[in-house]
């Protein structure tokens, strides 16, 4: 299973509702749905009641409405298009599929070794997932999702009197947005969650050496620290910036040559690593650096390919 489909879960698992519907998952997931549900990280929910029309090409969604088959004399779905008229509706177009939180908090936890059970703090948006022993302490770990303005200040509030819990988030983008919001340290599952044989894994060493800098006295800390780090966020910049002119590349001369151009698939945080000289940690330290929004917008186009096909280069005002 590619850790691009994980980063997709928490993409998702970061907007409310946190659901996928029937072309997503096919489009996303293909034969990985299966392995997702198995691990309680999606379950199957109500149907949808509208659906977009697939043939007309404009966009529109219609509302479901279940009519009186004269044949079989049962209920089925159809649609109402301005372009297309009335149209039978597959079942399956219908199906969506939700992010299970505590499904994920559950798998999370046991290849973690975090000690539940999982309590809701803020309903919907912030858990106390339990506790973990980690570099050499027993640390409080909580999780949020779908923080927003309209609900920042009770999920604070909720953290207020755990300063030294570790809060989990879902994509680094939304681990950059906590920025100095609270003392507690601020970790992403897209950069620590991933699969193996079937299985998560959790990168207890990222969170133990990421703990081990907070421990350093403030007098101590290299000087030179923040420009290490933004020569470090320019390298994978750099990388990414070419990974992304050879999927362009790729994707024009698949199209000229079969009519249908291909993505090339994003590369992991293990392979940018490589191709940067630097360990996996760095890269996902840089990738929740306030300061990488560059870095960040190309790791999200690297998996759009129409955006790739619009990409016209780094802007030459980003150089450094």
């Known amino acids: 299973m590619s850790p691009e489909l994980l980063s997709r879960i928490w993409q998702r698992l970061d907007s409310e509702p946190p659901l996928f519907f029937a072309d997503e998952v096919g489009r996303h997931f ?42 079989t004399g049962t209920r089925r779905p159809y649609i109402n298009c301005p372009e297309c008229g009335v149209k039978e509706v597959s079942p399956d177009r219908l199906k969506r599929w939700m992010v299970d939180a505590a499904g994920c908090l559950a798998a999370i936890s046991e ?12 309903a919907g948006c912030l858990w ?5 022993v980690w570099g050499q302490r027993l640390r409080e770990v909580y999780f949020a999702r779908y923080v927003h303005e309209g609900n920042r200040t009770g999920v604070v509030e909720g953290l207020a009197t ?24 601020v970790l992403a599952l897209e950069g620590i969650v991933g699969i193996a044989d079937g299985r998560p894994t959790f990168d207890t060493s990222f969170i133990e ?16 620290r ?32 079969t009519g249908s151009p291909e993505l090339l698939p994003r590369p992991s945080q293990q392979d940018l690593a490589r191709l940067a000289g630097m360990s996996k940690s ?12 560059e870095l960040r917008l190309y790791w999200d186009i690297a998996l759009d390919l129409n955006q790739i096909m619009d990409w016209r280069g780094r802007p030459r005002t980003k150089k450094r």
Request: proline content about 5%; aromatic content about 4%; glycine content about 6%.
């Open 226 to 257: 923040r420009a290490d780090r933004a020569a470090k966020i320019e390298a994978l910049v750099a990388a990414l910036v070419d990974h992304l002119r050879a999927t362009r590349d790729h994707a024009f001369a698949t199209r000229d040559q």
């Open 30 to 71: 293909g034969d990985g749905l299966a392995g997702l549900i198995e691990l309680g990280l999606l379950s199957e929910t109500a149907p949808s009641s509208c659906v977009p029309c697939w043939d007309c090409g404009r966009g529109f969604v219609s509302r479901v409405e279940f009519l009186l088959h004269r044949r």
């Open 111 to 122: 290849a973690a070794g975090i000690r539940g059970p999982a309590s809701e703090v803020v």
């Open 162 to 185: 755990h300063p030294k819990a570790i809060l989990l988030v879902t994509t680094n983008e939304s681990a950059a947005r906590w920025d100095s919001t609270t003392p507690n340290l």
């Open 282 to 293: 760095d890269v996902s330290r840089c990738l929740a650096d306030e300061s990488a929004r």
């Open 128 to 132: 106390r997932v339990g506790r973990a």
């Open 209 to 224: 050496s990421r703990l081990a800098e907070l421990d350093v006295p403030t007098a101590r800390r290299p000087t030179r």
